[in-house]
């Protein structure tokens, strides 16, 4: 617990301010992970096909290892806060229930906020059942009358802003101030697009100037 700052222990006390920390950091490390993905697979049709010129199989890999990815982080901050009977989970709802036992008197709002992001996560519901945490043989053979409903961008970002909104609640009751959540660093991805153009516009202008004859040069 080190690494938690003083404040949070100091304001929330040792749970709460290590359980506030870890989801912060959390919220962070999803947002980055989001944000790479938007970067390249959905920002346009153009850059997919960049992409895929220079590495289909790769790409298609990275945006499915992504994908997959980002939905199990959702799932996992709307776990119970248990699991067994010895296994607490960093997750909202234990936030929501350790908030009930040192702060009550905004404890009913953070569940609403929470109950809030729970249902904004729950498109994720039949993807970690039935392919993320577990292979489903019906489906992975073919044989699963219903597949898996589709996902769109606006999903992802409307649950990324119901936990900020869980958060701030959070920030706003004991601090005072509200968070802008800004993710630093997290332009790789456009760099390495950016990269990737121009190595792809430097070798088709190599190629041109081979391809013409040196008789039109003169």
Not at 8 to 28: P, Q, W
Not at 200 to 214: C, Y
Request: glycine share 4%.
């Amino acid at each position: 617990m080190a690494d938690i700052p003083d404040e949070y222990v100091k304001v929330l006390g040792d749970k709460l301010g290590a359980i506030f920390h870890a989801l912060r950091k959390d919220e962070t490390r999803l947002s980055l992970k989001w944000n790479q993905y938007r970067a390249l697979f959905a920002e346009s049709q153009e850059r997919i096909d960049l992409l895929n010129r220079v590495g289909r199989t790769f790409f298609f890999i990275i945006q499915e290892v992504l994908h997959d990815d980002v939905l199990m982080h959702i799932a996992r901050l709307v776990d119970p806060e248990n699991s067994g009977k010895n296994k607490e989970n960093l997750s909202l709802l234990q936030l929501a229930s350790v908030v009930k036992i040192h702060t009550p008197q905004i404890s009913a709002e953070i569940e609403s906020l929470v109950k809030q992001a729970k249902d904004k996560a729950r498109f994720v519901e039949d993807w970690r059942h039935h392919r993320l945490a577990h292979t489903d043989l019906n489906l992975a053979l073919g044989l699963r009358a219903k597949a898996l409903p589709g996902i769109d961008l606006e999903q992802i970002e409307e649950f990324l802003r119901a936990l900020r909104n869980v958060l701030r609640k959070i920030l706003s009751h004991f601090w005072q101030i509200g968070d802008s959540f800004i993710v630093y660093a997290d332009r790789d991805a456009e760099y390495l697009v950016e990269f990737i153009r121009q190595a792809v516009e430097a070798k088709d202008a190599a190629f041109t100037a081979v391809e013409i004859d040196p008789k039109e040069r003169s």
